[in-house]
């Protein structure tokens, strides 16, 4: 019987439990530099087995969010270098998350203040779909994502080399290896929604095979200049995230995708379900389709609990659960899941922006018990 709490090899990586942290943004990073508080952020959090940093961009024009850490610069990756080794002296493992918002960006975040950029030009516009950005007055918060621009044809070998870049700088900063951004409505997802993706060239056309090539592209680059074995990618196929409507190709579109991947042998394919225990997003049904394509390591994310990880496991539908929002509050998560002991409950307005406050403050378990437990 698999168990949560015993060691996984990941491609030749020893994982000390099969519990991930997910990647959160959290918007700590004033300069858009990881420092020494994001290094102690991520040393408290070291004990899952493995951690994925929050969403990291490769690129000014990738960013959608005030305040996070980059990837693309030398001072970056020296910043991300003290939080690699702050996880590594704890004995974890850490791969980057890297991304591209596409569209969920906001003219005050890119360069010279241009226009976002998208698989075409349709903004995001359900209530949920705002970048943390700059208002009028200079003030960081939400605001509506502006309309985006389509990526001209000859623009995208650039941005697949910027995922490349990213991935090269994520190793020089001492990360174990990257996880593609390709979920939650940002730029590879637009690519493959064909509500959003009206191109008529190679990389729309409304086939399957057309509107996967921009992200197999840059999964092929990243690998070309990193390594398989140091290569992941998210998904979250059936999420509406920031106005992204479903479509009569989804499950057609990932298994695609789960075959094509199947075949470049990467490190890991990460789900994330963006429904809730009680309505999931994704089907076991879908899942079970899904592991049958692909049949390399298997993360899933998404209203995870200790019962249905272990569930899941012995099913043999995932190989390692991701836990997000519980790894906030509850910086020694994986303790408390190992012993049953009660969750802190974390303070939602704490989230984003702001310092230590919400971010590394929250004690473990046996630095005070009574702290914010739910």
Known sequence: MKSLFEAYDL????????IVMAPMTRARARDGVADLQTALYYRQRAGAGLVVSEGTPISQEGTGFAFIPGIWSKAQVSGWDGVTRAVHAQGGT???????????????LQPGGGQPVSAGAIPARDDKSMAFAFGEDGTAGFVEASVP???????????????ANAAANAVEAGFDGVEIHGANGYLLEQFLNPHVNDRTDRYGAGNVEDRTRFVL???????ARIGADRVGIRFSPFGKLFDMPHYPQIEETYLHLAAA?????????????????????????????????????????GSMDKG???RLLGDDLIDLAGFGQPFIANPDLVERLRRDLPLAKPVRE??????????????????GPEARVA
């Open 217 to 223: 592209e840059i999964v092929d680059a990243v690998v």
């Open 149 to 163: 621009r389509p990526l001209r044809a000859e623009e995208i070998a650039r941005v697949v080399d910027d995922f």
């Open 350 to 367: 704490t989230y984003y922006g702001g310092g230590a406050e919400g971010y590394t403050d929250y004690p473990a378990y046996e630095d």
């Open 261 to 301: 991947l199947q075949a470049r042998g990467l490190a890991y394919v990460h789900l994330m379900d963006q429904g809730n225990a009680a309505a999931p997003a994704m089907s076991e049904a879908f899942l079970r389709k899904f592991r049958r394509a692909y049949t390399g390591t298997l993360i899933l994310a």
């Open 11 to 18: 491609r030749g990586r020893r994982l000390g439990n099969r």
């Open 94 to 108: 850490i791969f980057a998350q890297i991304w591209h918002v596409g569209r969920m960006s906001h003219t005050s």
């Open 308 to 310: 249905r990880a272990e």
